[in-house]
């Protein structure tokens, strides 16, 4: 079968050459006569591999020494709660700038752990989806964090610019854009994602956090969930998820042969344009929840005028070989996500479709 | 290359049979145009391959509805936290019987939790190695449970028949032998296990844990951390290490065409005696530091009278395109890791060149 034109949101799309080049090497890894699976994580083949996806990470994104490369596992969800288990002091309190879905699953885990506070206004869930500009947030001077989502997978928003957090460090759940555009890290104190949108596979979390935060985390936790632990052992504390591993490897390797973060943001930005065109072309049949300056070059959702109609563009789509099209099942609508490895064709034809779609409505 | 001979302690060997089936399917899955990394985990794709996993777990394993099966993801050094996180509350105490160096890793992170104990006497690790006897443990009656290591992957001892608990359910890390005999789930109150051994790739975690010890289960916890939180949503609260149970799903194939846990049971002891037999023909040259009732179906450790002698056997078995006997790097000697998915011709093979290589040196 032809390729199916891929706009899930996670687990999502991955470059063909970098699953081409796992299934040739599938059963014999550089001619060990063994899977990457079968080896050892302790042995030389999976170790340089496993470097090599940290090395491919500290090019792409720039991470100076000042900040360690971790390979976890648990995804983002275990993250809301390692992020407060280790930050977090007795007498502390954390930021959280909320604008959307998995920001306010980040703040409820964190409340399992300690004391945090909401540090901007009304219901990050209300239409349209926006984030808050530098002068509405209440930011706590003596905050052991503050924390913020990149980019809200369901709610469709997208922070363009990051506000200043001054002494306090900044930590960003950036699952679903990290490696989509050049980000500044020594900005943060922390970032993580979960791999499955634009790094790799489910099953890998990937968490870029600075030494100082690291040395001076909390020690009266379980040693697994120390963040020092991982950081120890190059992420070889205890057995990493390697094929997971591996995949990113593919991925980030293909990812720099294309040029890197300065050319897919190029393509990123082209990709959301001729989806938001579409849908500014047409304000009478198609709307877009998000404000204008907070909308996501990752997660491009929009309404049709009716949830039938929604229905049908949904299953005309999958009629054309598009898959995933349909909105969070919490807050229905149409929902585009054009991870790095959704091709530009894929999204042009979905943005024809719609255009062909008004017309014949 | 011809397929190597991996004896590696895990991860480990797979059947290439599931192996082969995963490179067959890896970009287009069942038709869909898709890897089956690509696909949603709330699709119906992975959903039926998610469910076949637990199915075939519950059949291969005669697990009754008594009983959670769950896939998480950390390994067991995650369970070893997760565990009394879950399970241990205020005012209680759990019990430990160590005897080796995975279960002193899992009494030392439940000391991070609570309050935990001791129930058996001596160092754990201290040679020969051994299980204790029934009549050797120290059980407290209201210990919130009782923790062992059905078998130490690094000092190669097992528990061939599980000791009486009382009231006091038994937990036991399996991450070494589940699937390679049949056990009586029902006398277990949690059975966990890594799957880099004999369930699949690293990544992905199997727990089968009785229901009502999730019910009562601590509720002061990170949701994340709650086995409640996975029960409730059959491990898709969050996104599961796809991939990892996809090929989970394979190996289990293959394991029931091949006559299930009788069958293999039945090769794992025959495997397990030619190499022990070796050891025992010539005790003036390979000396198994294991007790005669303990010793491992699974990790077959001794050694030769130095370790000069110990790296040439190494070395020598390595140009056989043997992989993987090296002892663990904390106890030295040889280390034969004879999982489900080492074939009894690799297993023939090896036993062969000691004989040979007594003769030799």
Redesign the interface.
């Known amino acids: ?4 034109m ?1 706009f ?7 470059p ?1 050459e970098a ?2 080049r ?2 040739r090497e ?3 890894f550089a ?5 990457i ?5 302790r ?1 030389k083949a999976y170790e340089a591999v496993h470097n090599e996806a940290i090395t491919l990470l500290r090019e792409l994104l720039d991470i100076k020494d000042t900040h360690h490369v971790l390979f976890l ?6 993250q ?2 390692m992020i407060p ?1 280790n930050l977090l002091k007795p007498g502390q309190s954390a930021d959280y700038i909320v604008t959307g879905a998995w920001g306010k699953k980040a703040i ?2 964190a409340k ?2 300690g004391t945090v506070r909401s540090a901007s206004a009304g219901d990050p869930e209300a239409k349209p989806a926006r984030v808050p500009k530098q002068s509405e947030l209440d930011l706590d001077a003596n905050a052991a964090y503050v924390h913020l989502t990149s980019n809200e997978t369901i709610g469709g928003s997208q922070w363009h610019e990051f506000p200043s957090t001054g002494k306090a460090p900044l930590v960003a759940d950036m699952s679903s854009d990290i490696l989509s555009r050049p980000i500044d890290v020594s900005k943060f104190g922390l970032i993580y994602a ?1 791999a ?1 949108k634009n790094i790799g ?4 979390t990937l968490v870029i956090v600075r030494k100082d935060l690291v040395e001076t985390g909390r020690t ?6 120390r963040y020092a632990t991982h950081a120890a052992e190059n992420s070889l ?8 591993v591996y ?1 990113v490897r593919n991925v980030l390797d293909v990812l720099k042969k294309n040029g890197g973060l300065a050319a897919i943001d190029k393509q990123n930005r082209a990709k959301a344009k001729a989806l938001y065109d579409a849908i500014d072309a047409r304000p009478d049949f198609y709307r877009c929840p998000v404000e204008q300056g907070a909308r996501s070059l990752m997660n491009v959702v929009f309404n049709l005028p009716t949830p039938e109609l929604e229905a049908e563009f949904v299953t005309a789509t999958q009629k054309l ?1 598009m ?2 099209l349909k909105g969070h099942r919490s807050v229905g609508g149409i929902r585009a996500s054009i991870y790095n490895a959704v091709l530009p064709e894929w999204v042009g034809a979905l943005a024809q479709f719609m255009n062909d779609f008004h017309k014949g409505s």
């Open positions: 079968m032809a390729r199916a891929n899930n949101a996670g687990p999502a799309a991955l063909l699953l081409e796992a299934q599938l059963i014999d001619g060990t006569g063994m899977s699976i079968e080896h050892s994580h042995g596992q648990g995804g983002a969800s275990q809301f709660a288990m409820q885990e399992t752990v979960g499955q596979p489910s099953g890998v009266d936790i379980p040693k697994i969930f504390y205890n057995t990493p998820a390697t094929f997971a995949l070989g898959v995933g």
